[in-house]
């Protein structure tokens, strides 16, 4: 039992062991930390990819709802456009006629671009909106 130190409670070995070995427990105690916070970084990160792949999702709904209300708008402008296009007919004013035109064929492109990519509740809706 030559290798086996004696570890006197009482006495200085047990100091001059911890004080030869204070690097060993400094390096094991550093590496329990290390471990612990990667792990918490790892789950920080995780947490993040969930919250970003939320706000993804309501940034979409978020963007559905608006071009939906702006496509309810033209579709109620574009209404109003053939009442006026007839006025303009019967006034004979061509400039104007043709610039009515244009905005009107601009709003129907915009609102068949919209319905491309609405889904089938909203053509429901789109439906029931036009008389």
């Known amino acids: 039992m030559a290798n086996t130190p004696d570890i006197r409670v009482n006495g200085n070995l047990l100091i001059e062991y911890a004080v030869d070995n204070l690097g060993s427990f400094v390096s094991l105690v550093s590496l329990v930390i290390t471990v612990i916070m990667v792990g918490l970084a790892i789950r920080r990160a ?3 990819k969930e ?5 993804e999702v309501a940034s979409i709904e978020a963007r559905g ?10 579709l109620e402008r574009a209404k109003a456009l053939p009442q ?9 004013k061509w400039e104007a006629t043709v610039e009515h035109y244009e905005e009107l064929r601009q ?17 429901i809706t789109f439906q029931e909106a036009i008389p």
Do not use: C, E, P
């Open 46 to 48: 995780s947490q993040a």
């Open 51 to 55: 919250s970003a792949k939320a706000s």
């Open 65 to 74: 709802a608006i071009t939906w209300s702006l496509t309810i708008v033209d």
């Open 84 to 92: 006026r296009l007839k006025d303009l007919h019967r006034a004979s």
């Open 107 to 123: 709003m129907l492109f915009n609102t068949d671009s919209t319905r491309a990519a609405a889904t089938s509740g909203m053509l």
